[in-house]
């Protein structure tokens, strides 16, 4: 049972104000903004929210022609932005006439099939008329000025109409499982031993997957689909000719899948983008499980080896501490078939429903253990907690008063406290601490009012 949240994409040429509707919409500077051309290389993605809607945005590198092979590598990001996104944002300049490299990214965009938006940004300095836009051929037109924050709101509200809370609820008892991690880690290996079948192409070179590979499986009498994403290659690493830039079908396919493989190799650890591959597979609050790949390439362990290394992959991965870790060895086999079994289990964990009476019991004891911790003199207090139904994450309402100066510490104890209680292993726990007098205004029933 899987809830997928819809991705949208924003395109466009070089330097027509992509990276400033990002952060006028996010309401925060998460991509470089600069006059020169070309300044964003790598997509940027974070996650957004209208009108209790929530989705993916992400920003991608300006489209140009390719004069070089790494120029083409930031078209094919373009390219693989229309194919995973759900909706494209095709962003011009409302004070420079349509050119030959707007007409191609239209056209590249309505060949995809998905709904597409033209923004006509920049207005401050052309107005609405200027140009004759709608010769591209892409409804509805939005004329903005990210910088002055105008048309913004009629922009956003036109989404929030087109997109459901939910876009994808699968009823279905297929249960997917994602690969992911950095290239040649052995991801393509470990897709094949899991599918038994040579399903993807395997070689020593990094970058061989560029797409999403699939394979459907039974196993224990469940369906499971199995993705494997081509490599994630950090910022400034994109080697010519060798590898497209994938991270945004990575995060389509996190977005499919319930619990995601963070493949990481053996013999180079402790690398950043590992860490960051897990929190983007948190962020989307999916299940996890740490994989270490070349098990068998370790020379000379023994019994102590494992128990050596696990401290250390641990303290990497702290902001990620109910992860399982597990490892394996694609050519002789090892632990391959625990990865199914430890993914069946975060699945049920997933799913597990607490009654509300014996949550309100765990909370009683988890404050007369350890009252609430404050902040600015504020002491807050707790007085009830239920479970979301709804969501596919373990997610908990607790309801009281001055709950916005709960510290932060004092939310890990619960969180820690809760999973020593009721497990929740390789999952993220999702904890709302809402305001009871707030929630009651009007009538509004407590568990339709969220804040976090």
């Known amino acids: 049972m899987s809830k997928k949240l819809p991705i949208i994409a924003i395109v466009g040429r070089a330097n027509v104000g992509k990276s400033s509707l990002f952060n006028s919409i996010l309401d925060r500077r998460e991509a470089i903004v600069a006059r020169e051309a070309g300044t964003t290389r790598d997509s940027v993605m974070a996650k957004a929210e209208i009108n209790n809607h929530h989705f993916w945005l992400v920003d991608t590198a300006g489209i140009k022609d390719p004069e070089d092979d790494f120029e083409f590598t930031i078209q094919e990001q373009i390219i693989q932005a229309a194919d995973s996104a759900d909706i494209i944002w095709v962003v011009v300049e409302a004070d420079v006439p349509i050119t030959e490299e707007d007409r191609r990214v239209a056209k590249l965009a309505l060949k995809s099939k998905k709904p597409v938006y033209l923004i006509v940004n920049k207005i401050d300095k052309a107005g609405k008329s200027t140009h004759n ?159 270490v790949s070349k098990w068998d390439a370790v020379k000379d362990k023994d019994a102590f080896t494992r128990d050596a290394l696990a401290p250390q992959i641990a303290a990497n991965f702290e902001f990620a501490p109910w992860a399982p870790l597990i490892f394996t060895s694609s050519v002789t086999g090892q632990n391959v078939t625990k990865i199914f079994d430890l993914a069946l289990d975060i699945e049920r964990a997933r799913q597990t429903r607490i009654p509300t009476s014996t949550l309100n019991r765990w909370l009683k004891l988890a404050i007369l253990a350890h009252p609430p911790a404050g902040l600015k003199n504020r002491n807050p207090k707790l007085n009830y907690i239920v479970q979301e139904t709804d969501n596919p994450i373990p997610a908990f309402k607790i309801f009281g008063s001055s709950t916005k100066f709960i510290h932060w510490s004092y939310k890990r104890y619960l969180e820690t406290r809760m999973r020593e209680a009721f497990g929740f292993e390789g999952t993220p726990v999702q904890l709302w601490f809402i305001e009871k007098h707030v929630a009651h205004k009007h009538g509004v029933s407590p568990t339709k009012e969220v804040s976090k």
């Not at 929030?160 to 297929?174: A, G, H, L, M, N």
């Not at 499982?177 to 038994?196: D, E, H």
């Not at 010519?240 to 493989?261: H, N, P, T, Y």
């Open 133 to 291: 836009f709608e010769r591209l051929g892409i409804k509805p037109i939005f004329f903005t000025s990210a910088t002055q924050n105008r048309g913004i709101s009629d922009l956003l509200t036109h989404l929030s109409e087109e997109i459901p809370k939910v876009t994808d609820f699968d009823d279905s008892d297929r249960f997917t499982i994602a690969i992911l991690g950095r290239p040649n880690v052995g991801k393509s290996y470990l897709f094949n031993t899991l599918a038994k079948k040579q399903q993807a192409i395997v070689a020593d070179r990094a970058g061989t997957t560029r797409d999403v590979n699939r394979a459907i499986i039974k196993y224990k009498g469940r369906e499971v689909a199995i993705l494997d994403t081509a490599g994630i290659r950090r910022s400034g690493k994109i080697k010519v000719g060798v590898e497209k830039f994938s991270v945004i079908r990575a995060l389509s396919a996190i977005e499919e899948a319930d619990v995601c493989l963070m493949l990481m190799d053996v013999n180079e650890l402790n690398v950043q983008l590992d860490q960051k591959i897990a929190g983007m597979i948190k962020d989307a609050g999916k299940g996890l499980i740490l994989v």
